[in-house]
C-alpha cells in the first residue's frame, strides 16, 4: 500500500513571490518526543515553502524543499525519538534540499509554520509525526481496587507549564522554567499518588510542548476534580519577588502584573507551536458554562487554601487570589488555578527554584493546601465523600498578618460561630503563627 499524503504549505498564491524562490538554510533542528508524537523542529533562515509526504516499503516521511541547503547537524537526533530510524538529506535538481526520515512504523504527517518571537529569531517549521495505530491511555486507574462501595478518588490534573520547544521564563543562571515546574509537578504527583483518596493525573509527563487549550482537554478526559497549572516566571522588573497564584477571570486583571503575566503565558502556543488545525471550537464550550459560579467559588477557596500553605515557605507576592485572562485555565467545568512557584527573574529565588529541597517545600504546600480543601469540601462519589460523615476532619489552618476571624470563615465555607467553637475562642482576636482547626463544613 502507498499512501501519499500532499500538503503544500505556504500556498500556491504566494510561491511565486521572490522570497519563496530564493535560498534558504536549515540552520537547526530539534526533536521532542512526548508519549504520543514526536515533533521535529526546523530552524529556516528565510520564510520558505515546502512539501510533505510519507511513502511505504519502508516507512518514511519526505520533506522538500526547493532551493534550499542544510547547515545543521543531524547527528544524535534519531536517538532523541521512539518513532525516527534515520534522517537523510540530498539534493535534488541542484538546488533543491530533500530530507527523508525514516521512521519505524507508519505514521500521520503533518506540518506547520511558525513565525519569530521574542524567543525565536528564526522561522520554524514544525514536522509532526504520530503513529498510525496507537492506543491511547488516557483516564487514570485507581490507585487500589479493594475499596468498595465504587467510590472514587479525587484526581488532581498536574499541568508543568511549558516543554519543549518553550522553556518558559529563562531566569538568572539559564535556569529554565519549563525544568523546574517539571521537577515540582513531579514532586507533587508523587505525593498524590502516595495519599489515601488522590490520584494524579500529569498533564505533561517530559521535555515536550502541548498547547494551552490541548492541556485543559486532557484534564478533562482524564475527569479530573481540579486543574492546577504551575509556573516559575519572569517579570521586567527583576526585584519582583513571591509566589501566587492565579484564577481565571474574563473581564480583566487584577494587577498590572497579572496582565503581564496572562501575556506572556498566552505567548506559550507561538513560542512552543500549535497547529491552526489544532484550534477547536472552543467557543461552544466557554457558553456551556452552567457550573460557572461553582467553579469560580471553589477556584477562590483552593487558591486561599494553596496561599495559606505556601506562606509558609516563601513570601507571597500577593495574599489573596489574583486572576487574568489565562488562556490555560479556560476548563469551564472544573475549578483550575496558575501557580507561580517565584519568579525565576530575580537572582534569590531564581536560586530557590533550582534548589532540590525548595522544589519538594513548594510542592508540598501545593498539596497541603488542595488536599486540606478536599477533606473540606470532597466531590460526589469519591472515597473522601464517604469517609466524611463517619469522623470529625479537621484542617488546620497558621495565622497569618492581616488574617481576621471572618474573614477565614468566608474562606472556607465554614460559620464563625463554629471556628469559635473548635478552637475554644473566647474573642475574635487571633495571633500571627497560631494554629487553628477549621471544622468540616
Ligand atoms: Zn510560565
Given amino acids: 500500500m502507498r499512501r501519499l499524503n500532499f500538503v503544500l504549505l505556504a500556498g500556491l498564491l504566494v510561491s511565486w513571490l521572490p522570497w519563496s524562490v530564493a535560498n534558504a538554510d536549515v540552520q537547526d533542528v ?38 534550499a541547503s542544510m547547515k545543521a547537524s543531524l547527528d544524535g537526533l534519531s536517538e532523541r525519538s521512539t518513532t525516527i530510524r534515520r534522517l537523510r538529506t540530498g539534493t535534488r535538481n541542484k538546488t533543491d534540499l530533500r530530507i527523508v526520515i525514516d521512521v519505524a512504523e507508519a505514521v500521520d504527517a503533518s506540518s506547520f509554520p511558525l513565525a519569530p518571537n521574542d524567543v525565536y529569531n528564526n522561522n520554524r517549521l514544525v514536522v509532526d509525526l504520530e503513529p498510525e495505530n496507537q492506543t491511547r491511555v488516557i483516564a487514570p486507574v485507581k490507585k487500589d481496587d479493594s475499596y468498595n462501595d465504587n467510590k472514587r478518588d479525587i484526581i488532581i490534573a498536574i499541568d508543568a507549564g511549558h516543554g519543549g520547544e518553550d522553556p518558559g521564563a529563562i531566569g538568572y543562571g539559564r535556569t529554565k522554567e519549563k525544568y523546574v515546574v517539571l521537577a515540582i509537578a513531579k514532586e507533587l504527583e508523587r505525593l498524590l499518588k502516595a495519599e489515601y483518596g488522590f490520584t494524579p493525573f500529569m498533564v505533561r509527563t517530559g521535555d515536550y510542548y502541548i498547547g494551552l487549550r490541548e492541556r485543559t482537554a486532557k484534564a478533562r478526559k482524564a475527569n479530573a476534580d481540579f ?16 509566589s501566587s497564584v492565579f484564577m481565571l477571570s474574563e473581564r480583566g486583571a487584577t494587577s498590572e502584573a497579572a496582565r503581564w503575566l496572562a501575556d506572556k503565558e498566552n505567548e506559550s502556543d507561538l ?52 486572576e487574568a485572562a489565562f488562556v490555560v485555565l479556560k476548563a469551564p467545568d472544573i475549578p483550575a488555578l496558575l501557580v507561580e512557584t517565584g519568579f525565576i527573574s530575580n537572582p534569590q529565588e531564581a536560586r530557590k527554584l533550582a534548589d532540590r529541597s525548595y522544589q519538594k517545600k513548594m510542592a508540598r504546600a501545593i498539596f497541603d493546601g488542595v488536599t486540606g480543601y478536599f477533606r473540606i469540601h470532597p466531590p460526589r462519589g469519591t472515597l473522601l465523600a464517604a469517609d466524611k460523615g463517619k469522623a470529625p476532619v479537621f484542617n488546620t489552618y497558621v495565622i497569618r498578618r492581616g488574617d481576621t476571624l471572618s474573614e477565614i470563615a468566608v474562606r472556607n465555607g465554614v460559620a464563625i460561630a463554629d471556628l469559635r467553637r473548635v478552637n475554644d475562642l473566647k474573642n475574635d482576636r487571633l495571633k500571627i503563627g497560631q494554629t487553628i482547626k477549621i471544622p468540616n463544613s
Avoid: C, Y
Avoid at 509558609?312 to 487570589?321: D, E, M, N, T, Y
Fill in 227 to 242: 486543574f492546577v497549572s504551575i509556573h516559575a516566571d519572569a517579570f521586567k522588573i527583576a526585584s519582583a519577588s513571591g
Fill in 30 to 67: 530539534r526533536v521532542w518526543q512526548s508519549p504520543d508524537k514526536t515533533r521535529l523542529v526546523f530552524d529556516l533562515s528565510r520564510p520558505h515553502e515546502h512539501k510533505i509526504f510519507t511513502l511505504s516499503n519502508p516507512d518514511r516521511v519526505v520533506i522538500d524543499l526547493a532551493n
Fill in 271 to 322: 513560542v512552543g507551536g500549535v497547529s491552526l488545525e489544532d484550534k477547536e471550537d472552543h467557543l461552544a464550550m466557554t457558553l456551556l458554562d452552567l457550573s460557572m459560579t461553582h467553579k469560580r467559588n471553589a477556584s477562590v477557596q483552593l487558591g486561599n487554601s494553596i496561599l495559606g500553605q505556601m506562606s509558609r515557605v516563601s513570601k507571597l507576592h500577593k495574599k489573596q487570589v489574583e
